[in-house]
């Protein structure tokens, strides 16, 4: 069982690249989401799924898009890369049942924008 | 707004003592769930610990506890019997009861256990 898998772990880009943050589970969680980590910020919501065909913005949504075509999937992408975009990001998944049912993370993936 | 306030950037505590993390939050909901995670170097999320609010009796894990004052919106988190490997940091996350599962967290805290 893999869990969350992300990829890639890390990733470098210029000012102005676009570029697609993978996030897979294999759990069969229908709610899947997008957080960013920044020193000193802890981690703030990018976009979340509560279901395939089903997406919503999060707390800090600019600059990001998601889609959700099945169930196992939920890639963020980056437009235009900006500075300000270098974080770590991670991806969450879950059940239904919200507080019942624990998140589970994946690893995370450091991107720095040059 | 929900928000979720960590006052402590770093602590420190020596092996084998107790150490309490604070939390505080702020929320108009009544039915929401709280969380700690700690994020050791490895950069995981892993989850401690789990309240529900509607939930008096306060939550425990092993060596891991909270103390959920839910009139005063605090949710500390206490560690007993502290070893080397819960060096990490350690987030507070809030959750409403409602349709989806988006978590706020706090800015986190920084435990180091002392040898």
């Known amino acids: 069982n893999a869990g969350v898998t992300q990829t890639p772990k890390f990733q470098v880009l210029k000012t102005g690249q676009s570029m697609t943050l993978q996030c897979a589970q294999d759990m069969n969680h229908e709610y899947m989401s997008w957080y960013r980590q920044d020193p000193g910020m802890g981690l703030r919501l990018i976009h979340y799924s509560v279901g395939a065909g089903i997406t919503d913005q999060g707390e800090v949504p600019n600059g990001y898009n998601v889609s959700r075509s099945t169930t196992e999937d939920f890639p963020l992408r980056l437009l235009s890369a900006a500075p300000s975009q270098t974080s770590v990001y991670f991806c969450?998944?879950?059940?239904?049942?919200?507080?019942?049912?624990?998140?589970?993370f994946g690893d995370g993936t450091r991107l720095s924008i040059l | 707004a929900q928000t979720v306030t960590q006052s402590q950037p770093e602590m420190s505590v020596q092996e084998a003592e107790t150490v309490t993390l604070s939390c505080t939050y702020d929320t108009s909901e009544n039915n929401y769930y709280l969380f700690w995670y700690k994020q050791p170097p490895s950069r995981q999320m892993i989850l401690v610990i789990r309240q529900e609010a509607y939930k008096q009796q306060n939550a425990t894990e092993n060596r891991f506890s909270v103390n959920f004052q839910k009139a005063a919106k605090s949710f500390s988190l206490k560690i007993s019997d502290s070893q080397l490997g819960d060096t990490a940091m350690y987030f507070c996350a809030f959750m409403n009861g409602g349709a989806t599962n988006k978590l706020i967290f706090g800015t986190g805290t920084l435990l180091a256990v002392q040898p």
């Open positions: 969450a998944s879950s059940r239904k049942g919200t507080g019942h049912q624990p998140q589970h």
